[in-house]
């Protein structure tokens, strides 16, 4: 790959992941391979898993399952072991990374039952409940639920999906894709009682991308034991091991292992709390900022309730013609500041500003005036003190 031309300074990567890398994780990454035998490798996955287990504070006799993988590649490996083949899975939508994964899901064979998505709107839970109870024959095996749907920067309520599905009685496993939350907003599999756990290494976790997780409880493990599909570098069951070789099903993702201890490390010394308060905090600045931006008229929230706007990622809609691209591209080579386009159903119809992982004020604040800056060079209406409105947010707290 060409080296980019060097440009002074610092470039502000605000894609909703990957996500700017911290320097200690940089340096972790630079570490020289191990051979297979050294029992550092053990050690540094066993760390991962330990972290990951606190950070998602996952029950007694849970697993963590590492993947040399992005999250696509997790996400496989729920269904694979979960679902047998011509089984059942419920996918309640939440638009591009609900329907990712409902195809996925049918290309290997499985039935998906969707719950309708409303632009905008987290998943509603009245509609799965609603589906669960339709289901007498009890074929759903699982929920997969995206917390928060990267495209449209929309987090939806996992309590309350728990609750639908006891509120149906229904025995399927409750499954929660938290590639985009993890690390940024409160989660806890126990008290959720969520199965399964999915996430992935190059959002919150502030590490490059590459290695994908699952976190499994020991009732999930059960179905996956009992599980007939044909599966090898996905099982679960077979990567039950105390060798990092059996782990991983061949060599370990060693720097990117590497990366996440020393990640896991910068979360837990800064603290949860503080984590997910920054989060909320950095946020809060750019909602404040595109509340004053959609002043102009042109401008909107993606997200139709703030309280369902995610902490880590707000999606921006534009009006129809404009082009994203450009914009995106005058952001990112004139103000080195690189914000993502949306996906999906959404597709030219708005941008996305990550703002997860190791940001801090200064960093948004200078993403939000240089986006305001590429808006003004592509001539795209918006109210003009938005970066004021953000000094104020953050100042206020
Ligand atoms: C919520 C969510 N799930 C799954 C994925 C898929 O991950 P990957 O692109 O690493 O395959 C993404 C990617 O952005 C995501 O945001």
């Given at each position: ?15 909703p992941g ?75 939508g939440t638009g591009h990374f609900s329907e990712s ?16 998505w409303?632009e905008g ?25 995206v917390?928060t749907d990267t495209s449209s920067g929309v ?24 590639v985009a ?121 993606f997200g ?6 995610s902490?880590s990622v707000t999606t ?24 993502a386009g949306a996906l999906g159903p959404l597709i030219?119809r708005g941008f996305r500003?990550g ?43």
């Amino acid at each position: 790959m060409p080296e980019p031309t060097r440009i002074p300074g610092r470039r502000f990567l605000h894609s909703p992941g990957p996500t700017p890398v911290p320097d200690e994780v940089l340096h972790a990454l630079m570490r020289q391979p191990m051979d297979l035998g050294d029992p550092r490798v053990n050690e540094t996955i066993e760390a991962c898993e330990s972290g990951l287990k606190r950070l998602l504070d996952a029950p007694a006799g849970a697993d963590v399952f590492f993947f040399a993988s992005n999250g696509h590649g997790v996400w496989e490996a729920v269904i694979e072991n979960l679902a047998p083949p011509g089984g059942t899975v419920l996918i309640p939508g939440t638009g591009h990374f609900s329907e990712s994964w409902a195809i996925q899901t049918e290309a290997l064979g499985r039935r998906v039952v969707r719950t309708p998505w409303h632009e905008g709107y987290p998943i509603d839970a009245a509609a799965v409940e609603q589906a669960l109870r339709a289901d007498h024959a009890r074929e759903i095996v699982a929920v997969l639920v995206v917390h928060t749907d990267t495209s449209s920067g929309v987090t939806s309520d996992l309590a309350a999906l728990r609750d639908a599905i006891d509120r149906a009685d229904h025995p399927a496993l409750f499954v929660v894709d938290g590639v985009a939350s993890f690390g940024a907003a409160p989660f806890s599999m126990q008290a959720l009682r969520c199965d399964v756990a999915v996430g992935a290494s190059q959002k919150a976790l502030m590490c490059p991308p590459g290695v994908g997780f699952t976190a499994v409880n020991p009732a999930a493990l059960a179905v996956a034991v009992r599980n007939p599909a044909p599966r090898f570098y996905w099982d679960w069951v077979r990567r039950k091991s105390d060798l990092s070789y059996r782990k991983f099903c061949g060599t370990a993702p060693q720097s990117v292992m590497a990366g996440m201890e020393a990640a896991l490390g910068l979360i837990f010394s800064e603290g949860l709390d503080e984590v997910f308060a920054r989060h909320r905090r950095l946020a809060r600045a750019v909602h404040a900022a595109v509340d004053a931006w959609r002043s102009a008229g042109a401008l909107g929230f993606f997200g139709r309730e703030p309280t369902s706007r995610s902490v880590s990622v707000t999606t921006i809609t534009v009006p129809p013609g404009t082009d994203v691209d450009a914009l995106r591209a005058v952001a990112r080579e004139r103000f080195q500041v690189a914000i993502a386009g949306a996906l999906g159903p959404l597709i030219g119809r708005g941008f996305r500003i990550g703002h997860l992982g190791d940001q801090n004020p200064a960093g948004i604040l200078g993403a939000l005036a240089g986006i305001e800056a590429a808006m003004t060079v592509q001539g795209i209406p918006f109210g003009r003190d938005g970066v004021a409105r953000a000094v104020a947010a953050l100042a206020a707290e």
